[in-house]
């Protein structure tokens, strides 16, 4: 069984297309929020993330300043800035569509969150210390997020209550034997300084975590960002994964 798990779309439909072209057939599709902000085809990638067969998918903090009127204080200048672009041309299906999103999502084996499972929406896992006070936070033996871009695994160190980092390369694949917190990357708009597009596949029943990275054509995606007026910024970042 294969399960594609996708996070951070960020309006890069190009991205997107090239990441559902590589993982080829699989039996569902865990996306773990931020469809849109950023890139320059929301719409887009909302209507082609609905379409896919057995979709779940998780509401995203950039997903919740579109959809509410939420302070975007906790936004840097030029994420509010497309905040604000995003709520003018979202199609009202869209809007709702997102708005509708769950913020967590369980099933027997693992816990779907964007953050983390404390704080669903917001929160950030960017070291072991935050992710060993999370273990307490969701009951499966798995918990997926999103929200750091950067695709690698917290593993709970068994009986020890230490929590160790591993970061992914393109093709590497874990065995999960161990409680583990998992991120499969950003689609489009990968931070880890290797721009191509990041998805993992799962496997519920070999209980395998496999990394993969995709090359796009991210020039076209800064054209869009340019022409659409966006911060130049976020065209300029797409090209080194930062
Ligand atoms: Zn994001």
Excluded at 187 to 212: C, K, N
């Amino acid at each position: 069984m294969r399960i594609l798990v996708i996070s951070d779309i960020h309006a890069n439909l190009t991205a997107l297309q090239a990441v559902l072209e590589a993982a080829g057939s699989v039996d569902a599709t865990w996306c773990l929020g931020d469809l849109v902000g950023y890139g320059p085809d929301p719409n887009e990638c909302i209507e082609l993330v609905r379409s896919l067969p057995s979709l779940v998918c998780l509401l995203g903090n950039h997903d919740a300043a579109a959809t509410s009127h939420i302070s975007l204080n906790a936004f840097n200048y030029d994420a509010r800035l497309s905040v604000h672009w995003l709520r003018g041309v979202l199609k009202p299906q869209n809007m709702s569509f997102l708005a509708g999103l769950p913020e967590k999502y369980v099933t027997h084996q693992v816990t779907l969150t964007h953050g983390s499972p404390r704080n669903p929406v917001w929160e950030y896992l960017l070291d072991t210390h935050t992710a060993a006070f999370n273990f307490d936070f969701f009951d499966t033996h798995l918990c997926f997020v999103g929200h750091s871009h950067v695709p690698l695994a917290y593993l709970a160190l068994n009986g020890t209550g230490n929590v160790e980092c591993q970061l992914f390369n393109n093709g590497d694949k874990l065995k999960l034997t161990m409680r583990a917190i998992l991120n499969p990357g950003s689609v489009g708009q990968p931070r880890d300084h290797d721009p191509r597009a990041s998805y993992a596949i799962f496997d519920p029943e070999e209980m395998t975590w496999e990394l993969h990275r995709v090359e796009y054509d991210v020039l076209s995606v800064q054209q869009r960002i340019n022409s659409l007026g966006l911060p130049r910024r976020h065209a300029i970042r797409l090209a080194q994964g930062w």
